[in-house]
């Protein structure tokens, strides 16, 4: 097995960070540096290119493990589909939502050692492939203004969403929507309605920390659709305070539906984004794609 590592020099603040060095002096500690490749990224499309070289070498049993957040992972994952070679991950990104779904604790570089492999799901979004989460509307606003935030002062990491949160609640705006779900049954729906948020989720946590989809897994096949219709707003602060905790199922103003497929459409272009990857649109089709593309977990 080789193993490339691969250093996003994007990623924001974390609570985790190797250096090149590290991650060879720990391997050349074990007697096993020759497992490994090391690589940082210094440039636009430097990620790419490091990627595509390792996919065309004659190396066997190819991984990459990926030290960023969910936009890095993204990227790797769309590069590396229909290859051989298995994706894994250290986050080291700011909000590292797509990590919750693996277990972190106390983790160290020896982590990576042994490497057992799985296959996992990911969604088709306009011809994109979406690792995570894909969301529109009240979230990807928080999430825009997140970033602005992190453009003045990218030292406020994870502090930059609740400020995002507080200047969103206080301009607060719905979206008229027509969705159309294929449920896990292949029955067909259909919703018409003004939204807050709309969610469509692989994993079960996005927007740094926040939990719309409590029981997500990442191999069953299955997306998870969570919207929340219009509501009194005198209900936001604690509706948003369930939501992030994963604790709003039972609130009548939010639904969620187990879904092989749909449609979001509107008259006018809303926000949304992919892994945090936030673009215009008035129209999102999605699909799982089961078994997409194969896993590192790290055994421990």
Same mark, same amino acid.
């Given at each position: 097995?080789?193993?490339?590592?691969?250093?996003?020099?994007?990623?924001?603040?974390?609570?985790?960070?190797?250096?090149?060095?590290?991650?060879?002096?720990?391997?050349?500690?074990?007697?096993?540096?020759?497992?490994?490749?090391?690589?940082?990224?210094?440039?636009?499309?430097?990620?790419?290119?490091?990627?595509?070289?390792?996919?065309?070498?004659?190396?066997?049993?190819?991984?990459?493990? #990926? $030290? &960023?957040? *969910?936009?890095?992972?993204?990227?790797? %994952?769309?590069?590396? @589909?229909?290859? !051989?070679?298995?994706? /894994?991950?250290?986050?080291?990104?700011?909000?590292?939502?797509?990590?919750?779904?693996?277990?972190?604790?106390?983790?160290?570089?020896?982590?990576?050692?042994?490497?057992?492999?799985?296959?996992?799901?990911?969604?088709?979004?306009?011809?994109?492939?979406?690792?995570?989460?894909? #969301? $529109? &509307?009240? *979230?990807?606003?928080?999430?825009?203004? %997140?970033?602005?935030? @992190?453009?003045? !002062?990218?030292?406020? /990491?994870?502090?930059?969403?609740?400020?995002?949160?507080?200047?969103?609640?206080?301009?607060?705006?719905?979206?008229?929507?027509?969705?159309?779900?294929?449920?896990?049954?292949?029955?067909?729906?259909?919703?018409?309605?003004?939204?807050?948020?709309?969610?469509?989720?692989?994993?079960?946590?996005?927007?740094?920390?926040?939990?719309?989809?409590?029981?997500?897994?990442?191999?069953?096949?299955?997306?998870?659709?969570?919207?929340?219709?219009?509501?009194?707003?005198?209900?936001?602060?604690?509706?948003?305070?369930?939501?992030?905790?994963?604790?709003?199922?039972?609130?009548?103003?939010?639904?969620?539906?187990?879904?092989?497929?749909?449609?979001?459409?509107?008259?006018?272009?809303?926000?949304?984004?992919?892994?945090?990857?936030?673009?215009?649109?008035?129209?999102?089709?999605?699909?799982?794609?089961?078994?997409?593309?194969?896993?590192?977990?790290?055994?421990?």
């Amino acid at each position: 097995m080789t193993k490339l590592f691969l250093i996003s020099s994007t990623a924001g603040a974390t609570e985790y960070h190797f250096t090149k060095k590290q991650i060879e002096d720990v391997y050349k500690k074990y007697g096993r540096e020759d497992e490994i490749i090391v690589k940082e990224t210094r440039y636009r499309g430097h990620l790419e290119e490091i990627v595509e070289a390792f996919l065309a070498s004659s190396y066997k049993d190819k991984v990459i493990i #990926s $030290l &960023g957040g *969910d936009g890095t992972i993204n990227e790797v %994952a769309n590069l590396c @589909l229909g290859h !051989d070679v298995a994706v /894994g991950l250290i986050p080291t990104g700011t909000g590292n939502d797509f990590a919750k779904n693996f277990d972190y604790k106390d983790f160290k570089i020896e982590d990576t050692f042994d490497i057992s492999i799985r296959p996992i799901d990911l969604i088709r979004v306009n011809g994109k492939y979406c690792v995570n989460v894909t #969301s $529109l &509307g009240f *979230d990807t606003e928080v999430l825009q203004t %997140a970033y602005d935030y @992190l453009a003045e !002062d990218k030292s406020l /990491g994870k502090r930059a969403y609740i400020k995002a949160v507080a200047d969103r609640v206080k301009n607060l705006t719905y979206q008229d929507l027509s969705i159309t779900l294929s449920l896990e049954d292949s029955t067909k729906i259909e919703l018409d309605d003004e939204f807050l948020v709309s969610a469509i989720c692989n994993g079960g946590y996005y927007g740094s920390g926040f939990n719309p989809a409590p029981d997500a897994k990442i191999d069953d096949g299955i997306i998870n659709f969570v919207t929340a219709r219009k509501f009194p707003k005198w209900q936001l602060l604690p509706l948003i305070l369930k939501y992030k905790k994963g604790k709003h199922q039972s609130s009548k103003y939010l639904d969620e539906y187990l879904v092989k497929s749909g449609q979001v459409k509107s008259d006018y272009n809303f926000l949304a984004n992919i892994d945090g990857e936030i673009f215009s649109t008035n129209s999102l089709n999605f699909e799982v794609v089961a078994k997409a593309i194969n896993w590192a977990y790290f055994e421990k």
